[in-house]
């Protein structure tokens, strides 16, 4: 059964589960009927370091650069409307193949063009993000995002970390305005 999480709260991925090799993290939203314009929101992870930065540049994982250097990290596609229900997008990650030096991988959605569109979280509803067993598609963690980011254009949803050699996720919900440009300075990426 999944568990369901407050913002800044985090569960154990592999402490009820050892044998835990690959997860699937599901990222969902609607836009507001009131929101006008269509939507364009775009998952992405960073793999981070020990600091909280990337390591480097193909570091950042998106539509445009869909897998890791290590192949550990998979961005499965992108979904220009948010149509339907159930995941929007998803991020594949292979636990067994992330490299030493990674402590962390930050899963985060912008929306695309939101500053010359006029367009911020406040106009989306129903985000969630959830972390499912990949081998058994298992619901294993879920947080649902209720705080309304009245200007904000990216968020960083949650993370997926390493403590004491277990796998961890946290419910971050961190936003950014500016674009997706501050989120990227945010984790080290120079553009």
């Known amino acids: 059964m999944a568990v369901n999480l407050q913002k800044g709260g985090n569960t154990s991925l592999t402490s009820s589960n050892p044998g835990l090799k690959k997860i ?20 992405s992870a960073f793999v981070l370091s020990e600091n909280g930065k990337v390591r480097r540049d193909d570091d950042f994982i998106f539509y445009n650069n869909a897998t890791s250097q290590c192949g550990a990290v998979k961005h499965m596609g992108d979904n220009r409307t948010g149509d339907g229900d159930g995941d929007d997008e998803q991020v594949e990650v292979d636990l ?19 500053v010359s569109r006029r367009q911020n979280f406040g106009m989306v509803q129903n985000a969630f993000i959830r972390v499912i067993d ?15 980011f009245s200007i904000e254009t990216s968020v960083v949803f949650g993370e997926i970390y390493k403590h004491n050699e277990e796998w961890k ?23």
Do not use: M, P
Not at 32 to 40: L, S, V, Y
Not at 135 to 146: H, I, K, Q, T, V
């Open 134 to 148: 990949a081998s058994s598609n298992e619901e294993l963690a879920r947080f649902d995002l209720s705080e309304d």
């Open 24 to 43: 699937i993290v599901g990222l969902g939203w609607d836009d507001r009927a009131t929101a006008g314009d269509d939507f364009d929101l775009d998952a």
């Open 169 to 191: 996720f946290k419910a971050v919900g961190q936003g950014f305005s500016g674009g997706l440009e501050n989120l990227l300075s945010h984790f080290g990426i120079n553009i």
């Open 96 to 114: 067994s193949k992330i490299q030493s030096d990674v402590k962390k991988v930050a899963v985060c959605v912008s929306i695309h063009e939101a």
